[in-house]
């Protein structure tokens, strides 16, 4: 089970779901050292291109339970983004080292989370990324799709700090893991998120009229 293209469209399914109330959106941040929020993280993040997709995908759920949720959004779509191109270019010989693993559930936020990583001992990473994804999207992008504008503003932020400190997956990922010749395509379904902005801009309406019924349910 590879992410694939139809990743990003699968989104609007868990953003249409009862989400929190929405807060002002924060300005935009310069690159600078990721430090958890929660008061048992002590590890600083220098190098944010040679860190796992999944540690942001925590970071991102920490964020969230500490109350920085328009933060916890736009750190969800940069994990997503990065695990997109890792998703694509697994070879047959990609795995998760238990270190890791070992690592990811000593640092999960919820115990829900730290099932879920349990859970994936044994797949490759794109299998760990989904079951990540779909933990967190439920709650994460249940917020954003409390404002469309919003949750837009914060994908697009995503984009432009990808686009401006570039991922390079083999950094991140043992190269004998990723098959370098798919690289561009890689690319080109990470950048699938500019269709799912387009889409959400073009069904604003639809989709808020959607989520209005889901509530009244």
Not at 66 to 80: C, I, L, P, S, T
Not at 120 to 148: F, K
């Amino acid at each position: 089970m590879r992410i694939r293209h139809s990743f990003f469209p699968h989104i609007l399914c868990c953003s249409l779901l009862i989400g929190c109330g929405h807060t002002a959106p924060q300005d935009e941040q310069a690159l600078r050292p990721v430090k958890f929020v929660n008061a048992k993280y002590e590890q600083h993040i220098t190098q944010l291109n040679q860190l796992d997709p999944a540690y942001l995908f925590i970071y991102a759920n920490d964020l969230f339970l500490n109350g920085q949720k328009d933060e916890a959004v736009f750190w969800f779509y940069v994990a997503q983004y990065r695990a997109m191109m890792i998703g694509t270019m697994e070879n047959d010989h990609s795995a998760i080292s238990p270190q890791l693993y070992q690592h990811l559930a000593a640092e999960a936020g919820t115990p829900v989370l730290g099932q879920m990583v349990v859970l994936g001992n044994g797949l490759n990473r794109g299998q760990l990324y989904n079951y990540i994804h779909s933990g967190l999207g439920i709650a994460i992008n249940g917020y954003a799709g409390s404002n469309m504008d919003n949750w837009v503003k914060q994908m697009e932020r995503a984009l432009a700090f990808e686009h401006a400190h570039p991922f390079d997956p083999f950094q991140a990922v043992p190269a004998d893991q990723l098959d370098a010749a798919k690289l561009p395509e890689a690319k080109q379904r990470a950048e699938g998120m500019k269709d799912l902005i387009a889409f959400i801009r073009a069904n604003k309406e639809t989709l808020q009229q959607q989520r209005a019924a889901l509530m009244q349910e």
